[in-house]
């Protein structure tokens, strides 16, 4: 049976593009994971009109309404969530929070509660598989949003032409030292 590919998120934490988390107390690191975790349950919830609004506790509230509050002003359409993406000729797969029309374009949005180090990578990595399997309907930009627990957010889009080469030196990298370990 073939090995699974290997998620951008590993590929990039293996070359030390990931956010550095080892000075987080573990106890801390783990609530943050959590919080991450249920914000993105919700949002899915949320755009796909399962929401239990029983289901956002205080400590996530504020996240959720970042989410909205972002929606509302920048009119960005939901298209999916949560979803997988293959690169099969670059071997990598990827989980994008989201896929929304914004701006006349398709968009991949990454939404994040915490550290955002390394996100244009992930991004530019998300696009390209999306874009290999989905030839006629390209993605051509990459945003994070940055959703905080007071309810506002923060835009960044990401400069794709930036990223791109160092996505797939990291790629590259990462792929020649499973080799050099086989």
Do not use: C
């Not at 590993?10 to 573990?26: K, N």
């Not at 979803?83 to 990454?110: A, T």
């Not at 506002?152 to 990298?173: G, H």
């Amino acid at each position: 049976m073939a090995e699974p590919l290997p998620r951008v998120t590993h590929i990039l934490q293996a070359v030390g593009l990931g956010p550095d988390l080892s000075m987080v107390p573990p106890d801390v690191l783990a609530r943050a994971q959590e919080r991450g975790t249920a914000v993105h349950k919700l949002i899915e919830a949320a755009v796909y009109g399962y929401l239990d609004e029983a289901d956002v506790t205080l400590d996530i509230a504020g996240y959720l309404d970042a989410f909205r509050k972002f929606v509302a002003e920048s009119g960005a359409q939901h298209i999916v969530s949560e979803f997988e993406v293959r690169h099969d000729v670059w071997n990598y797969v990827g989980h994008p929070d989201g896929l929304y029309w914004l701006l006349k374009q398709r968009v991949i949005i990454d939404f994040k509660t915490g550290v955002s180090d390394g996100v244009e990578y992930q991004l530019v990595a998300y696009i390209d598989a999306w874009n290999s399997e989905h030839p006629t309907e390209q993605v051509t930009a990459g945003a994070s949003v940055d959703l905080r627990d007071d309810g506002s957010y923060r835009f960044n889009e990401i400069d794709l032409n930036a990223a791109r080469p160092v996505w797939y030196a990291a790629v590259t990298v990462f792929h020649a030292q499973k080799r050099r370990a086989a």
